[in-house]
Each structure stands twice: as structure tokens, then as C-alpha cells.
């Protein structure tokens, strides 16, 4: 169940922002293979002014990340013919720096981490709100453009470490250290605040694109 979908398609409070003549609506991918709540992301997010396209299955979402990388992908975990771990494993080799957003029912702590430590950015639990969704979209389309603003920066090196904001890599030693595109941006900004303490509000805005909400434990 996915709440915020029924009784509110025709409420004016989703209606898009306007989007300026020539600016290309971000897009997004949708992997998911349940009806309801696929139909449910794909209007709420173009209702946010965000450029959609829903496939229903893995190998179908394959197919189209091949054809056009979106600007976030938001997947699905228990799909047909390819499953949303190994799509991330197959993405990550060939596209590093994709915002993807995982949603799934499946809840448990081992396996929040273990799509984390595949390569994904954010992952929301079922059933969520549709306006919790448009802000995490929202909030990984803003850490991408903070990663490419990054890429013009010369190296920062400190002791054994080098970070390479243009090629986004980090060495320990000259040893290259394998991260993810969020374990990066967070290696980044604490480098980058290295001089100071930074509160984990500050952290987070600068991360994960956002406010953090009161009891969240993203950072530590």
C-alpha cells in the first residue's frame, strides 16, 4: 500500500511548478512491477514536473538505462527477470554517479545495508507517501548537481589521503578506496570542513540535499 494515491489526482496542491521555455525536465526511470504503485509514482512525480517513464520489470529497466541514463532512478527490489540487486551491480559498473532510490517492502536492517553498500543512494520503505518520494527525487537531483559543481575543484591531499572531486575517486596511500556516490559526497564535505566540527543538521544538509527530520539517524 502506498499511500497519498487516491482522492488527491485532482487536488491543486500537486500541481507542477512551472517549468521555464527551453529547461529540460529532469527524468527519471521507475523499475516497478506492482500496477498500483507504479501508476501512483509515475503521475505523482510528473505532477511534480519531473519527466517520467515506469517499466515493469528488470531487464525491461536494464534496457532503458542502456538507451537513456536518467537522472535518478527510483527501483524496486523483488522484480521479474532481473532483480533490483542485480541491476544495481550491473549499473554501478558502467554508471557510478546515478542517483538511484531503492523502494521495497522488504524492511529489515541486513538488507537496507547490503543495497547501500551495492551502490544506492536512499532507500524508502513500503508503504510510503508520495510527497516523502517527490522530496527524496528532489533531494538526490540536488546531490547531483552538487557532485558536478565538485568535478571543477582542483585535488584536495591531506596526509595519505587525495580526493579527486573532477574524477570522483579518493586514495589512501595511492590505493584507491571503494566508495559510493553518497559515501563520497559525505567523505568530501567532511574534508572539506576539516579545519572545524560540523553539527549532524549541517552534515546532512549537505549530503543527503535536505532537512533532516527530528530522530534521524542517517548520519552517525
Known amino acids: 500500500m502506498v499511500t497519498g494515491t487516491t482522492g488527491s489526482r485532482r487536488s491543486g496542491l500537486l500541481s507542477s511548478p512551472p517549468v521555464e521555455a527551453g529547461t529540460r525536465q529532469p527524468r527519471i526511470l521507475i523499475v516497478e512491477d506492482d500496477d498500483a504503485t507504479g501508476d501512483a509514482m509515475e503521475f505523482h512525480l510528473a505532477r511534480g514536473g519531473l519527466e517520467t517513464r515506469l517499466v515493469r520489470d528488470g531487464l525491461a529497466?536494464?534496457?532503458?538505462?542502456?538507451?537513456?541514463?536518467?537522472?535518478?532512478?527510483?527501483?524496486?527490489?523483488m522484480l521479474p527477470h532481473m532483480d533490483g540487486w542485480h541491476l544495481i551491480r550491473r549499473v554501478r559498473e558502467w554508471a557510478p554517479q546515478l542517483p538511484i532510490i531503492v523502494v521495497t517492502a522488504r524492511t529489515n536492517e541486513h538488507d537496507r545495508v547490503e543495497v547501500l553498500s551495492l551502490g544506492a543512494d536512499d532507500v524508502m520503505a513500503k508503504p510510503f507517501s508520495m510527497r516523502e518520494l517527490r522530496a527524496?527525487?528532489?533531494?538526490?537531483l540536488r546531490r547531483s548537481a552538487a557532485v558536478s559543481a565538485d568535478a571543477e575543484r582542483a585535488p584536495i591531499s591531506e596526509g595519505d589521503l587525495r580526493i579527486d572531486p573532477e574524477r570522483l575517486t579518493a586514495e589512501i596511500g595511492g590505493r584507491a578506496a571503494d566508495l559510493t556516490p553518497m559515501e563520497f559526497r559525505l567523505l568530501l564535505t567532511l574534508a572539506d570542513a576539516r579545519q572545524r566540527a560540523l553539527s549532524r543538521d549541517e552534515i546532512y544538509r549537505k549530503v543527503w540535499g535536505g532537512e533532516r527530520a527530528h530522530g534521524d539517524r542517517s548520519v552517525d
Open 61 to 77: 529497466g536494464m534496457r532503458a538505462l542502456t538507451a537513456e541514463v536518467p537522472d535518478v532512478l527510483v527501483l524496486d527490489l
Open 136 to 140: 527524496r527525487v528532489r533531494a538526490a
